[in-house]
Nanobody, 115 residues
Framework: QVQLEESGGGLVQAGGSLRLSCAAS????????MGWYRQAPGKSRELVAQVSSSGSTTYAESVKGRFTTSRDNAKNTVYLQMNSLKLEDTAVYYCRALQGGRLYWGQGTQVTVSS
């Protein structure tokens, strides 16, 4: 069983930065594939970034060059550094873990980008 808790969301002006954290409880965090998803009002949830157990990363085209995800296995934590934020980045951001064939989700953290 894995429990996830996101933090770091908030209100930021366009062009600003935020850093999201996702703290995981449970065993074997280091072998989990960790992902960041987001869901804007009226839209479906979409993948933003993902980091594998080996540290390799993938990003949605819309955030490439602006967002960076990383993990610290010693702290059971994954991060999403978001720079050059745009109005369209406004959404609830969710952390997801894939471990042992099962998916786990955090409760989400709101990111609001203002003009």
């Amino acid at each position: 069983q894995v429990q996830l808790e996101e933090s770091g969301g908030g209100l930021v002006q366009a062009g600003g930065s935020l850093r999201l954290s996702c703290a995981a409880s449970g065993r074997h965090f280091s072998i989990a594939v960790m992902g960041w998803y987001r869901q804007a009002p009226g839209k479906s949830r979409e993948l933003v970034a993902q980091v594998s157990s080996s540290g390799s990363t993938t990003y949605a085209e819309s955030v490439k060059g602006r967002f960076t995800t990383s993990r610290d296995n010693a702290k059971n934590t994954v991060y999403l550094q978001m720079n050059s934020l745009k109005l369209e980045d406004t959404a609830v951001y969710y952390c997801r873990a894939l471990q042992g064939g099962r998916l786990y989700w955090g409760q989400g953290t709101q990111v609001t980008v203002s003009s």
